[in-house]
């Protein structure tokens, strides 16, 4: 099954900013755009941002956006409990699958 | 607020059939809209989506378990189960279940259960 690709670290100073990526096809991000997934160790995911959205209790230094095939996870004002792994995830249409991206491991300095 | 919560064998044997149940409370799962998922993660790897539920009954299934792969709903328990057959060491994973926030979007997850295939 075809994933999307992102970096494999980000490693940002505290209250510094971080962006992260997400590069798909026509088909998932292109398409439908992505979520955006937060994942600590030994945690089950947590939904941080889809189609412009953040669902409530999310804080608003996370914020998300799209150019094409690629989407984007902004992160503002880094704080330590932001170390994490990110992952996005879209809705293939050509596959009719759930796609998730390779994950991003961001490092707080 | 929905909430999800898996159980089942925590070993399997090679070539035998992994089987999961994801009870569902504070929301019925008969709803309509909402599609009803399992995602696996190998320890130290990445997210690999497994299939998902409507409550119709339609299935959406990964093409590269597919074959393999059968998920049910069971409405008068309230759960969703998850059937793989004949596993092998790489199905070693912790097994999620979750639901839709909005179509498409995975958005309640399960605590997860690991699941070691082993002899």
Do not use: M
Not at chain 1, 15 to 23: D, G, I, M, V, W
Not at chain 1, 24 to 30: D, E, I, W, Y
Not at chain 1, 60 to 85: C, H, K, M, V, Y
């Amino acid at each position: 099954q075809a994933g999307l690709t992102q970096p494999p670290s980000v490693s940002k100073g505290l209250r510094q900013t971080a962006t992260l990526t997400c590069t798909g096809n026509s088909n998932n991000v292109g398409d439908q755009g992505a979520a955006w997934l937060q994942q600590h160790q030994g945690h089950p995911p947590k939904l941080l941002s889809y189609r412009n959205n953040r669902p409530s209790g999310i804080s608003e230094r996370f914020s998300a956006s799209r150019s094409g095939n690629t989407a984007s996870l902004t992160i503002t004002g880094l704080q330590p409990e932001d170390e994490a792994d990110y992952y996005c995830s879209a809705w293939d249409t050509s596959l009719s699958a759930q796609v998730f991206g390779t994950g991003t491991r961001v490092t707080v300095l | 607020q929905v909430q999800l919560q898996e159980s089942g064998p925590g070993l399997v044997k090679p070539s035998q059939t992994l089987s999961l149940t994801c009870t569902v409370s504070g929301g019925s799962i008969s709803s309509t809209y909402y599609y009803w998922n399992w995602i696996r993660q190998p320890a130290g790897k990445g997210l690999e989506w497994i299939g998902r539920i409507y409550p119709s009954g339609t299935t959406n299934y990964n093409p590269s378990l597919k074959s393999r792969v059968t998920i049910s709903l069971e409405k008068s328990k309230n759960q969703f189960s998850l059937k793989l057959t004949s596993v092998t060491a790489a199905d070693t994973a912790v097994y999620y279940c979750a639901r839709d926030l909005v179509r498409g979007v995975i958005g309640y997850w399960g605590q997860g259960t690991l699941v070691t295939v082993s002899s």
